[in-house]
């Protein structure tokens, strides 16, 4: 079992869309990180959180530490969205552990 | 840009053979953590170093090794390469103790592939 899951694995959504990703834990955690990863490898972090929520743009990021829940919100969604946007936690036991991914297609 | 960079791009080598990977970390920067990304999964975590010490490591054999340098350099060793060690491997560099302080910024990766 690992110890980050991701729902849903792909999502493809229409230009506009508001879309959710959705990450849960089993480890207890120090912060949890949204990183988006483009084709080729590059990835880039988008949040760091420990508590709450934070926005960035149209992006917004929000954790339940007491249920182990993190979701990503992208909001009037646009074809260059499209990416792979990954969910890691670093562990109380100073351990980084990754969800295996959601890959995202906006179409236009 | 993030102003951190890693080389070589690309790297083919064969079963057995012993690799060295470099990453740059921006300047500053005293934490960087190295991860290991297979086709079609999420990145594992290797390790971690702070101030030249390893600070964390991942569920990876001693064969994995790396430094880290005043410069804000660094290296990940990989001895006796099995076929599973292709994947992409990815250097990111912070301020401080990254997870916990400073959000992590990361390379463009190492495309390694062993024969």
């Known amino acids: 079992k690992n110890e980050v899951e991701q729902s849903p694995q792909n999502l493809t959504a229409q230009e506009g869309e508001f879309i959710t990703i959705n990450c849960s834990y089993s480890?207890?955690?120090?912060?949890l990180h949204w990183l988006q990863q483009h084709p080729g490898g590059g990835i880039v972090s988008l949040f760091m959180?420990?508590?709450g929520k934070k926005k960035h743009g149209r992006l917004i990021a929000t954790i339940n530490i007491q249920e182990k829940h993190s979701s990503l919100h992208i909001t009037a969604s646009h074809p260059r969205d499209s990416a792979v946007y990954i969910c890691a936690v670093r562990s109380s036991g100073n351990q980084f552990y990754f969800g295996t991914g959601t890959s995202l297609t906006v179409i236009p | 840009e993030t102003g951190v960079t890693q080389s070589p791009t690309h790297l083919i080598k064969t079963r057995g053979q012993q690799v060295t990977l470099r990453c740059s970390s921006q300047?500053?920067?005293?934490?960087v953590s190295w991860y290991q990304q297979a086709l079609g999964q999420g990145p594992q975590f290797i390790f971690q170093y702070y101030r030249e010490e390893e600070n964390g490591r991942g569920n990876f054999p001693p064969r994995f090794s790396g430094l880290q340098f005043p410069n804000y350099s660094s290296e990940l060793n990989v001895n006796a390469l099995e076929l599973d060690d292709s994947a992409l491997y990815l250097c990111?560099?912070?301020?401080?103790?990254?997870?916990?302080?400073?959000?992590?910024?990361f390379g463009p990766g190492t495309r390694l592939t062993v024969l």
């Open positions: 990111a560099s912070s301020g401080g103790l990254a997870g916990i302080t400073d959000t992590q910024y």
């Open positions: 480890v207890g955690i120090s912060a």
């Open positions: 959180l420990s508590s």
């Open positions: 300047s500053g920067h005293n934490t």
